[in-house]
């Protein structure tokens, strides 16, 4: 968003102040601009005679791209009832997390406004199309300071991801409206734990200070360390990837040598609370006792210069109270994912210490708020939606196929998905031809399942009818089909690691094409929990020794999520893309006399 004369002389003055100190360390530092309107959206009506003041931290993670109101579960958050019943609430897009923040920014003088990461990426595509760009336009234009990166910032690689930060057009597809050019984040991405190789220099800047009369905080960006495991080998080539809780301490002190107290990372990782409701008490009995994951021993090592922790990746939602390593309270947080939560933090800024007040008691007050759809919508953000909806309404409306219901892909709640099914028939059907790569089977990693196919009409194609869009929404990678050659022997041990290794504590439950059939016993530990003598292909017992061609996409095929195992097939054949595969299959099996029926998705027996 360009910034007025007044805001560029308010950001310089700012940038001056701060360059000796950062020549002093030797490490660049960004200081954020004030928030747009600050001095006429936010007056200053408490004036500076008291010691403290509230800053109100607003915050979400995991946005994704989502501009328009998610469908199906993914567009809606839990909400625990006093009689203990949940109810499903539509919640999402980004018109109401704009208004919802500027409603929540009222009668507030300080307020700054934070991500977590994984603002873009899987995204769908309203905002794939462009590269993102609508999305980071939307961000500039609700406010955003500040946000970490996530593991999906680097989908499109280091120069892509420094595209989105500086501005320009695409490389290869240029510009997309006619004498305007991409200005870029008006914010700062923040890349404390991520380096180049040969430099070992953050990719962008690991810090940020915004000020605000006379208030100063400062905010560590990281992602997760295992950002390689879950992205495509092309898109961290170049990069190294640090400890979370070493990065953060690190710059924590650089701050305090600064005359920066109050801090706040922002951290792409996150928890899983004991339950789905976003107002479940996650500090029940005690702090941080419904919360387990990486973020608990992030939370707990992390030094205690650090005030506040907002989180994302696990796209959950919970405002929870974790004790640093000196035993005080500290609020760590998360809003779900794609806009659906916001969350306000309630920060006490002592003038004299220059810190955040954190008693033995009771930390800063943090909750997490449904970003409903009964509010009245942002009409900045439905013009920008508007707006580039027209430059992709040629592609994005083309019917695909036809439903006869919800197909859960996403939202699925056992570990084998309906939609699941679907995609790996469709990838199977691709190719299983001789001239196709000859595949006997298909696997599909359940994380690149981005949402559910509704039933529901998105726009006025009709109820039933899949546009290209929409399988863009579930398929938003277009990795390319691999197939390859497997043992049986190999095979299996990769069926192992879903629920060993990496994925021992995190299940990740590979979706598989019809014909491949096995038992999941739950109540079993590691590896055993795959039944050995289960597995079947086609009715036959799997040969150890015996070779299959597979198909998978190229994510796994590079052994992504955990799965070792992929990396030494052989005899590797390119098929066409994922999405190329899920279209054509849905064009091939449906139409509006005959929609297609979800599948009953049986053929992982699990056992709890």
């Not at 406004?113 to 939307?138: K, M, N, R, Y």
């Not at 953050?202 to 009369?213: A, Q």
């Not at 706040?264 to 479940?280: K, M, W």
């Not at 994951?293 to 506040?308: M, Q």
Request: hydrophobic residues 35%; proline residues 6%.
């Amino acid at each position: 968003m360009p910034a007025t004369p007044q805001r560029r002389r308010a950001i310089s003055r700012l940038r001056t102040g701060s360059a000796a100190l950062a020549a002093a360390v030797g490490i660049g530092v960004t200081v954020a601009a004030l928030p747009a309107g600050a001095d006429t959206v936010h007056p200053d009506r408490t004036g500076h005679t008291g010691r403290t003041v509230d800053v109100q931290l607003l915050s979400f993670n995991d946005f994704h791209g989502n501009l328009e109101p998610p469908q199906g579960s993914s567009g809606t958050v839990q909400e625990l009832q006093p009689d203990g019943t949940k109810k499903s609430v539509p919640a999402g897009g980004v018109e109401y997390l704009a208004q919802s923040l500027r409603t929540a920014r009222k009668g507030h003088p300080y307020s700054v406004t934070a991500a977590a990461g994984d603002l873009v990426g899987a995204s769908p595509l309203l905002s794939g199309l462009f590269h993102d760009e609508p999305t980071v336009e939307a961000m500039n234009k609700l406010g955003l300071d500040v946000t970490s990166v996530g593991n999906h910032e680097f989908d499109e690689g280091r120069a892509e991801l420094t595209r989105l930060q500086n501005g320009g057009c695409h490389p290869k597809d240029g510009c997309y409206e006619d004498g305007k050019k991409f200005a870029g984040a008006g914010f700062p991405y923040l890349t404390a734990n991520v380096t180049d190789e040969k430099t070992g220099k953050p990719l962008l800047k690991p810090y940020t200070v915004w000020r605000h009369k006379g208030v100063k905080i400062g905010f560590i960006g990281v992602t997760l360390e295992g950002t390689p495991d879950v992205v495509s080998a092309n898109g961290v080539k170049g990069l190294k990837f640090h400890d979370e809780v070493e990065t953060i301490n690190k710059y924590a002190k650089v701050l305090n040598r600064q005359g920066v107290k109050a801090i706040v990372a922002l951290i792409h990782e996150g928890g899983l609370p004991a339950s789905t409701s976003y107002n479940y008490d996650c500090d029940s009995p005690g702090p941080g006792d419904g919360i387990s994951g990486p973020i608990t021993e992030i939370a707990k090592h992390v030094t205690s210069k650090v005030d506040a922790l907002v989180t994302g990746h696990t796209h959950q939602a919970y405002a929870c109270t974790i004790p640093d390593p000196s035993g005080r309270p500290r609020t760590v947080t998360s809003a779900a994912s794609y806009g659906k939560l916001y969350t306000d933090t309630e920060l006490t800024y002592d003038r004299r210490t220059h810190d955040i007040v954190r008693t033995s008691v009771k930390a800063p007050g943090a909750v997490n708020h449904v970003v409903d759809r009964d509010q009245p919508k942002a009409a900045d953000l439905t013009s920008l939606i508007g707006r580039w909806n027209k430059l992709a309404a040629p592609v994005a409306g083309r019917p695909v196929g036809h439903i006869a219901a919800d197909i859960a892909g996403r939202g699925a709640e056992a570990p084998e998905s309906p939609l699941g099914d679907v995609i790996t028939d469709a990838q199977l059907e691709a190719t299983k031809a001789a001239d196709k790569g000859g595949a006997q089977l298909a696997l599909m990693n359940p994380g690149g399942i981005r949402s559910d196919l509704a039933f529901k009409a998105s726009g006025s194609e009709g109820d039933g009818v899949v546009t290209y869009g929409e399988a863009f929404t579930v398929q938003p990678f277009t990795n390319m089909m691999n197939v390859v050659d497997l043992t049986g022997a190999q095979l299996l041990t990769a069926l192992q690691q879903q629920v060993s290794g990496p994925n021992d504590a995190s299940p990740k439950i590979l979706q598989v094409s019809a014909g491949l059939t096995y038992t999941l016993d739950l109540t079993k530990k590691g590896a055993d929990r795959v039944v050995k003598d289960t597995v079947k292909l086609n009715g036959a017992p799997l040969d150890p020794a015996k070779t299959y061609r597979v198909a998978m996409n190229e994510f796994l095929a590079g052994g992504g999520d955990g799965f070792a195992a992929f990396k030494d097939a052989k005899n590797k054949y390119v098929g066409p893309s994922d999405l190329d595969a899920f279209t054509a299959y849905l064009t091939a099996h449906s139409s509006a006399s005959s929609p297609l029926t979800p599948p009953a998705a049986n053929r992982i027996t699990v056992v709890k």
